[in-house]
Every structure is written in C-alpha cells, then in structure tokens.
C-alpha cells in the first residue's frame, strides 16, 4: 500500500486544517492507521491514531481535544481534523500505516508512510 498525505499549509494561530492521507488500495482498511509530525530540528513525534475498524483511538497529550482522527474505509481515506492551531504544530505531517491492526502510538509497528504535508502556523 501507499499512502499520499495532503492538506497541509499556512494558517494563522486558531484556525483550523483538515488532513487527508489517500491509500492506494484497500489493504489500509485491515491495519491501524496514525499521523505522526516532525517539526525542524526535532525528532518525529506520534500525533494521532485510529484502531482498522475505527472504534478505537489515540492522541498525544499536546493535541487531545483539539485534533481528531478518522477514516473512511469506503474512501481509503483518513484524515486529521485539526483545530485551535497553534505556532508548535508547525511541522511536516505524516499518515502511516500500522503492521497490525491496532491504533499504535509507536513508531515502530508502522511499516508504511507516506510522504508528508507541510503546516506552518503563524502567530
């Protein structure tokens, strides 16, 4: 599978984003799917991820309440709504897809990313 982010961009502090990441085929619906970022100079950091059948999810503290995953298996899509921006999420985002089928926090049960978008939020 290959995964194709996109959304990304300039705002201003307090607005909003959505994030998409487009599968190429079907196989994402049978895995965990997550959103990871790495901002300049810093090490990639887990940001959000949703269980293959969406009922479970996961955020990092810095986010929760904010930002909200999902996916639509009909689409092959997830997406990463992402509200009350803020300067410190400026950072290149990443969707992944998990090696089972759990949401994951850890990067090292992904197997497959994709090629990130980048948001820059001023202030």
């Known amino acids: 599978v290959q995964l194709q982010a996109s959304g990304g961009g300039l705002v201003q502090a307090g607005d909003s984003l959505r994030l998409s990441c487009v599968a190429s085929?079907?196989?994402?619906?049978?895995?965990?799917m997550g959103w990871f970022r790495q901002a300049p100079g810093k090490e990639r950091e887990f940001v959000a991820a949703v269980s293959r059948n969406g009922a479970n999810k996961l955020y990092a503290d810095v986010v929760k309440g904010r930002f909200t995953i999902s996916r639509d298996s009909a689409k092959n899509t997830i997406y990463l709504r992402m509200n009350t921006l803020e300067p410190e999420d400026t950072a290149v985002y990443y969707c992944a897809a998990a090696k089972g089928v759990q949401a994951t926090a850890t990067g090292s049960l992904y197997d497959t990313w994709g090629q990130g978008t980048l948001v820059t939020v001023s202030s």
């Open positions: 085929d079907r196989t994402f619906s049978a895995r965990g």
